[in-house]
């Protein structure tokens, strides 16, 4: 698996996706974030790093992640359809924990209430729903990866 910072073309198709994913909860999360569909774009090309995943040299998806207080944001994950279901999304997790232990706690990410998969797939990796104050229909999911303090990894 390799990654690699996502081209113009590569990052404006992911958001377009990131939109369509968000679907009729799009204005409810707009809302919660107090911004347009623009200023999202804006700050979705201007906030942490958007990178392109490959295997083999053929695109898989793209992940929207941003290191902040010692937690490590992941804004956007999208598996193209045709790789999903073939371990890439846990391979991304591990490497994610890896390559982000000594320098983050935990990994975090919001999860539309209605995405059924992708829930029982982050659950499956190690994510636990947590409380937190976040759009309506929307489920905010944590993984710790270093434990505060220790230097143990969990």
């Known amino acids: 698996m390799e990654y690699r910072a996502a081209g113009l073309?590569?990052?404006a198709?992911?958001?377009e996706a990131i939109v369509e994913?968000?679907?009729?909860?799009?204005d409810e999360a707009l809302r919660f974030l107090g911004m347009s569909l623009e200023e999202l774009r804006e700050a979705y090309m201007a906030v942490g790093e958007v990178r392109s995943v490959l295997v083999e040299g053929r695109p898989v998806g793209n992940?929207?992640?941003?290191?902040?207080?010692?937690?490590?944001h992941v804004h956007g994950f999208i598996l193209?359809?045709?790789s999903r279901g073939q371990g890439f999304g846990t391979r991304i997790v591990d490497d994610l924990r890896r390559e982000f232990e000594m320098r983050a706690e935990a990994i975090e990410v919001g999860v539309q209430a209605s995405n059924t998969d992708a829930l029982r797939f982050y659950e499956r990796v190690g994510f636990h729903l947590i409380e937190g104050e976040t759009a309506r229909g929307f489920l905010i999911l944590r993984m710790l990866i270093r434990r505060s303090?220790?230097?143990a990894t969990g």
């Open 63 to 72: 992940l929207w992640l941003e290191l902040r207080d010692r937690t490590l």
């Open 21 to 26: 994913q968000l679907g009729a909860d799009a």
């Open 9 to 11: 073309t590569e990052r």
């Open 80 to 82: 193209e359809p045709a």
């Open 13 to 15: 198709e992911f958001f």
């Open 149 to 151: 303090g220790r230097g």
